[in-house]
């Protein structure tokens, strides 16, 4: 089970209802910050969900507007009580960037771990939450995320019983142990059932669609999607800035079958995102206008959906 808060919607400078596009995720009791522009701390700071946990920060790039925000995050975090490490994730010129930022937050409490990715790489993000990034087409590298937790499949107790396995002996094969018995051994795949569907979220910003993307976040519940531009008649714009119009994000969703679509990074040509519902929702019905503080938690299936 994922939960998920849009802290900010904004592109390039912050405005005042309008922050800048930052994403928070909350997993068993874990943080995972999707880019970090400036004044995001303040947002994290509004909806409650704390700083101390905050076991990873991933960014998709290296403009100003997604990463100006961390020197600041880093010292709430510290004045928090953090101690164990925080991993940094992003592109090819994060160690630079990030150490840059550290000029002005020198001394923390905790160690800091810097990776950069290349397109294509997957990883365990946390325990049982894997991520995977590809590159997107912006004015500078920048990737685009797909987070995904799976799910064990279910314990089979009828198929234990018939092995003999004794009920105390059953956790053990739930935990992944193998299991002797006399002169038998049973493994753990013979008492479960088949895989079940886990749940997965994208996060893509500052980019033109690519059919690495569509790949990337194909079928996930939930995608966060930039629109930056509005319009139909800023097509040109976003392909020379390397973004997307509205009409190319919901294409984009409903092309990769994603079951909701949460548009956030709006420009400062848009006066206000929230008039652009009606026509996001004609182009593809599970849009929302990401505004701050939208939330939803994506939950395994109950079994009739399985
Ligand atoms: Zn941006
Ligand atoms: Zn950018």
């Known amino acids: 089970m994922i939960d998920l808060l849009l802290?900010?919607?904004?592109?390039?400078?912050?405005?005042?209802?309008?922050?800048?596009?930052?994403?928070?995720?909350?997993?068993?009791g874990s943080l995972v910050l999707f880019d970090c522009g400036e004044g995001t701390q303040v947002q994290m700071r509004k909806f409650h969900w704390g700083f101390r946990n905050l076991d990873a920060i991933c960014l998709s790039h290296l403009h100003a507007d997604h990463v100006a925000g961390l020197p600041g995050l880093f010292h709430t975090v510290a004045n928090a009580g953090r101690t164990e490490p925080m991993h940094i994730y992003g592109p090819t010129g994060t160690i630079a960037v990030v150490q840059g930022l550290r000029v002005i937050a020198d001394w923390l409490p905790y160690d800091m771990v810097m990776h950069e990715l290349d397109d294509g790489d997957t990883f365990e993000l946390l325990p049982g939450v894997r991520a995977g990034v590809r590159l997107g087409l912006h004015r500078i590298p920048c990737l685009g995320w797909r987070i995904a937790v799976d799910r064990a499949p279910a314990f089979l107790p009828a198929q234990a019983r018939e092995l003999g396995v004794p009920q105390t002996e059953w956790s053990r094969l739930q935990r992944g142990e193998v299991v002797t018995l006399g002169d038998v051994t049973v493994a753990p795949a013979d008492v479960m059932g088949p895989p079940r569907r886990?749940?997965?979220?994208?996060?893509?910003?500052?980019?033109?669609?690519?059919p690495e993307l569509r790949e990337l976040v194909d079928g996930v519940d939930l995608l966060v999607c930039e629109s930056t531009y509005?319009?139909?008649?800023?097509a040109e714009k976003a392909k020379e800035w390397g973004h997307m119009?509205?009409?190319q994000a919901c294409g984009f969703g409903?092309?990769?079958?994603?079951?909701?679509?949460?548009?956030?990074?709006?420009?400062?040509?848009?006066?206000d995102p929230a008039l652009l519902a009606p026509a996001a929702r004609a182009l593809f019905p599970a849009t929302t206008i990401g505004q701050p503080g939208l939330t939803t938690t994506l939950a395994f299936p109950t079994p009739a959906e399985d």
Do not use: Q, Y
Not at 254 to 271: P, Y
């Open 7 to 28: 802290l900010g919607n904004g592109a390039m400078v912050p405005l005042p209802n309008r922050p800048l596009s930052a994403l928070l995720m909350r997993i068993n």
């Open 198 to 210: 886990g749940v997965a979220f994208g996060f893509v910003t500052d980019t033109r669609v690519t």
């Open 230 to 234: 509005g319009l139909v008649d800023d």
């Open 245 to 247: 119009t509205l009409n």
């Open 254 to 271: 409903s092309e990769a079958n994603v079951g909701g679509l949460w548009l956030t990074h709006f420009g400062g040509t848009i006066d």
